[in-house]
Structure formats: structure tokens, C-alpha cells
């Protein structure tokens, strides 16, 4: 079987070297053989054109393909980037509560410490008004015991003690 384009050029071959009649532009084609040559083009022009509408769907079919994996592609990317986006926002959400929740420690921790400060000095405040009342009431003591042992200070003989103010041994309040 011939191609159209076999059969279009034995056409044009068979118009261009027709006979000429003589004084006019028109030739002498041979009617049967030009009339097979279009039946030819007509019959292989259907099987030609299809074999292009194949290709052109092949085509059309590939394109689509590639476009739909393009689109994929890049919806993908498009998820991937959105990701990572919230990945950042979510390290930096947790970077700025980390620094909230040290700063907030810290200044728990200087509160504490200066309430701890306040206590501790609120009890040695206590504790040293305590203490004068006390060496009062013991000077207090031995001025009285000092008096008595004046007025009998012939009967009984005085101790020798070493009173340096210093403390050198554990202090016992509960005493022997």
C-alpha cells in the first residue's frame, strides 16, 4: 500500500510531464491512472491521519501526565515548605516560652531568695532582742547575787573564773 505522499507525488510527476494541448494551458492526464492515484491518497490519508491523531493523544497523554507530576511536585514542595515553616514557628514559639519560663524562674528564684534573706534577718532580729533581754536579766541576776555575796562576803570565799567574753566550747542552753 502506497503512503498519500507517494501517491501525491506520482500525482504531481503524472500532471507535470502531461501532454500540453496544443494553444491552451491544459494537459492530457490519463483519467484512469489519475483517478487511482486520489483513490489511493483517499484510502491512505484516513490510516495516515489516524496514525497522527494517535501520535497528537500520545502527545496530549504525555503532557498530562507530565502536568499532573509537575503539580504533585509542587504541591508537595508547597506542603514540604509549609512543614518546615510550622516547624520554625513551632522552635521559635518554644524558644520564646523557654525564655519566659527561665525568666520567670529567676525572678521566682531572686523573690525567694530575698523573702528567704527577710526571714532569716527577721529571726536574728528576734532572736538578738531576745539575747539583750537576756544578758539584762542575767546582769540583772548577778548584780542582785553580787550584792548578797558582798554583804557575806566574809564567810564566803570568791571564785576565780576566766571571763574573756569569748566562747570556746559548744554552748549548752539547756546547761549540765
Do not use: C, W
Not at 500525482?11 to 501532454?19: F, I, S
Not at 520554625?88 to 521566682?108: C, F, G, L, P
Not at 523573702?115 to 531576745?130: P, R
Amino acid at each position: 500500500m502506497t503512503t498519500y505522499m507517494e501517491a501525491l507525488e506520482a500525482l504531481h510527476q503524472m500532471v507535470a510531464e502531461a501532454r500540453g494541448v496544443p494553444l491552451s494551458a491544459s494537459a492530457v492526464i490519463p483519467r484512469e491512472e489519475a483517478l487511482k492515484l486520489i483513490q489511493a491518497i483517499r484510502e491512505s490519508l484516513p490510516q495516515e491521519h489516524q496514525q497522527a491523531r494517535e501520535i497528537v493523544d500520545e502527545r496530549e497523554r504525555v503532557l498530562s501526565e507530565a502536568n499532573d507530576k509537575a503539580a504533585f511536585i509542587i504541591e508537595q514542595a508547597r506542603e514540604e515548605r509549609s512543614r518546615l515553616l510550622s516547624r520554625a514557628e513551632v522552635v521559635q514559639a518554644a524558644e520564646k516560652e523557654a525564655q519566659r519560663v527561665v525568666s520567670e524562674a529567676t525572678a521566682s528564684s531572686d523573690s525567694l531568695k530575698h523573702q528567704a534573706d527577710d526571714y532569716v534577718d527577721a529571726k536574728l532580729a528576734n532572736f538578738e532582742i531576745i539575747m539583750s533581754k537576756m544578758l539584762r536579766t542575767i546582769g540583772r541576776g548577778r548584780e542582785q547575787l553580787r550584792r548578797r555575796l558582798d554583804a557575806a562576803a566574809d564567810s564566803v570565799e570568791p571564785l576565780e573564773l576566766d571571763d574573756s567574753g569569748e566562747i570556746s566550747g559548744p554552748f549548752d542552753i539547756d546547761g549540765p
